[in-house]
């Protein structure tokens, strides 16, 4: 029988009838998460839509004091991040190990890149006070309230998308070990595919975070 012969598949669960079944319950704990995350980040860009909609002047002073130079550097390379994750998972299902591997590093070393410039970011921001806080300052003429409203809305949203991020290089590292073991065949790839949807959701909501928080009253500028 092809499901005897499937089941001696060494990636196989044993509660799993066949790698196919095994397929198709990953894909729906996976979509399911996504899930949870769009709703979660759904409830933030909310909450930001409703201040930025209250608070229109203080926003749009307080991003124009984004570098709107490494925002945009960051979206493209998180674009070609999400062109190497999907080549790694091409590579993985047509069974080339080298080639999964030089893209699922590829892809690791732009998030590292991504995590790097926010780093540059955030530390002009701890330099000139602008973090929440006690010691908050605002030189600019909106209400400095409002203004750290925004960054506090930045920080948050931000700073979960590069925790995201950072889960994510920890998943490309598990998946560079795996495809080391060759566990990825043209029979098994299921993890990579997995975490390359993890990988492109994250990279999607950095493109809604963008125009949302760099790109403000930048036609009149």
């Not at 991040?81 to 893209?103: D, I, N, R, W």
Request: aromatic share 14%.
């Amino acid at each position: 029988m092809s499901t005897s012969s499937e089941s001696k598949h060494p990636a196989l669960a044993d509660h799993f009838i066949d790698l196919k079944q095994q397929y198709d319950s990953a894909q729906l704990g996976m979509w399911s998460f996504l899930l949870t995350e769009v709703m979660m980040f759904g409830g933030l860009f909310m909450c930001y839509i409703v201040a930025r909609s209250q608070f229109l002047e203080a926003f749009v002073d307080a991003s124009h004091h984004l570098s709107i130079g490494l925002g945009g550097f960051n979206t493209i390379v998180l674009i070609v991040s999400s062109l190497t994750m999907a080549m790694a998972v091409h590579s993985a299902s047509e069974g080339h190990q080298k080639k999964t591997f030089k893209f699922l590093l590829g892809t690791l070393f732009l998030g590292a890149v991504f995590l790097g410039v926010k780093y540059i970011e955030y530390s002009a921001k701890i330099e000139h006070n602008n973090i929440p806080g006690d010691n908050f300052e605002w030189h600019g003429v909106a209400n400095p309230a409002n203004v750290e409203l925004f960054f506090g809305l930045y920080f948050v949203m931000t700073g979960l998308h590069a925790a995201h991020m950072i889960i994510g290089g920890g998943l490309l590292i598990w998946l560079m070990v795996l495809n080391h073991k060759g566990r990825f065949s043209k029979e098994f790839s299921t993890p990579v595919e997995l975490v390359g949807l993890y990988w492109h959701f994250v990279d999607i909501v950095w493109i809604f975070l963008f125009p949302l928080l760099y790109l403000i009253g930048r036609h009149s500028a």
